[in-house]
Nanobody
Framework: QVQLVESGGGLVQPGGSLRLSCAAS????????MGWYRQAPGKQRELVAT???????NYADSVKGRFTISRDNAKNTVFLQMNSLKPEDTAVYYC????????????WGQGTQVTVSS
């Protein structure tokens, strides 16, 4: 019914930048909070950043000042601009979308690999 597709991951050197995108498609009747999460090998999945329908944002302390989340409501797309990347940013990045007005359902993308290495 709803599909999230991430793109933009890849290999980048420390200090470099990447821009991730996530497009939602399907039966989207109310797109609420969208966000990015990441999971490094052997670690729990953690929240990176979220953005509400009215563009209120929240970031993990580890990425504040380096990452920027944004969204295009007309295209049901969320972005994550990642600057000054560090090796510890290496992880699979997942897009998440909350959809619904009364009953909110959570949808996840398949993830995109981000590797920061020399």
């Amino acid at each position: 019914q709803v599909q999230l597709v991430e793109s933009g991951g890849g290999l980048v050197q420390p200090g470099g930048s990447l821009r991730l995108s996530c497009a939602a498609s399907g039966n989207i009747f109310s797109l609420n909070v969208m966000g990015w999460y990441r999971q490094a090998p052997g670690k729990q999945r953690e929240l990176v950043a979220t953005i509400t329908a009215d563009d209120s944002t929240n970031y993990a302390d580890s990425v504040k000042g380096r990452f920027t989340i944004s969204r295009d409501n007309a295209k049901n797309t969320v972005f994550l601009q990642m600057n000054s990347l560090k090796p510890e940013d290496t992880a699979v990045y997942y897009c998440k979308a909350d959809i619904g007005r009364v009953l909110v359902l959570h949808y996840w993308g398949q993830g995109t690999q981000v590797t920061v290495s020399s």
